[in-house]
Nanobody, 124 residues
């Protein structure tokens, strides 16, 4: 069983930055791709960023490209999401998830394990 715990969320002003962390337990993390998703109030959960098992390939949703950076430290079983130039449209609960393969995907059903989420609120 894999357990994921996100942290680093909070309240920030427009233009500010936050760094989310997702710490994983279990052996699956280092052999799996990882994704970050987010869900705004009244909206469906959407893909934000993904990273392969090795960290060699990353991919971003158009809405965050150039502002967010995903990275991972397999030795620490942790994945990060650096979020810069935040705006109110980034307000959501952010979730990390472990993929069913070495790669990541943009669909929820491509992920086997999910964290409980961390709230990010960007004020205008």
């Amino acid at each position: 069983q894999v357990h994921l715990v996100e942290s680093g969320g909070g309240l920030v002003q427009t233009g500010g930055s936050l760094r989310l962390s997702c710490a994983a337990s279990g052996r699956t993390f280092s052999s799996s791709g990882v994704g970050w998703f987010r869900q705004a109030p009244g909206e469906e959960r959407e893909f934000v960023a993904g990273i392969t098992q090795s960290g060699g390939t990353t991919y971003y949703a158009d809405s965050v490209k150039g502002r967010f950076t995903i990275s991972r430290d397999n030795a620490k079983s942790t994945v990060y999401l650096q979020m810069n130039s935040l705006n109110p449209e980034d307000t959501a609960v952010y979730y990390c998830a472990i993929s069913r393969s070495l790669w990541f995907g943009v669909r929820e059903n491509q992920y086997a394990y999910w964290g409980q989420g961390t709230q990010v609120t960007v004020s205008s």
